[in-house]
């Protein structure tokens, strides 16, 4: 099995950049699809904010963040990535990242099917 460890989270002002990071460790990589969830506050469900296939060259991002977002991964260094622009408050939430077995190369977009997960880093956008 594979862990993850998220880092890279912090204040930032609305309008900013920040860029998210993810480390696995335990297994290779590119056994892996890989996604970036959040969780807006307590109570709420962890939604998808994008996702990317093992290879790489699939993508998926939600509504609320495409043009804004990039996603992407380096499987050499087992790194998870997730590029955040013109960020706004509604941004704010524990940002998770996510791993599913890769048993196909298309991306994977709901939350039952990852198997591990990171523990989560805050981003907090003020305005």
């Known amino acids: 099995q594979v862990q993850l460890v998220e880092s890279g989270g912090g204040l930032v002002q609305a309008g900013g950049s920040l860029r998210v990071s993810c480390v696995g460790s335990g297994h290779p990589f590119s056994a892996y699809n890989m996604g970036w969830f959040r969780r807006q506050g307590p109570g709420k469900e962890r939604e998808i904010v994008a996702?990317?296939?093992?290879?790489?060259?699939?993508?998926y991002y939600a509504d609320s963040v495409k043009g804004r977002f990039t996603i992407s991964r380096d499987n050499v260094k087992n790194m998870l990535y997730l590029e955040m622009n013109s960020l706004n408050e509604e941004d704010t939430a524990v940002y998770y990242c996510?791993?599913?077995?890769?048993?196909?190369?298309?991306?994977?977009?709901?939350?039952?099917?990852?198997?591990?997960w990171g523990q989560g880093t805050q981003v907090t956008v003020s305005s």
């Open positions: 996510a791993a599913s077995v890769a048993s196909h190369s298309r991306v994977v977009v709901q939350v039952e099917e990852y198997d591990y």
């Open positions: 996702a990317i296939n093992w290879s790489g060259r699939s993508t």
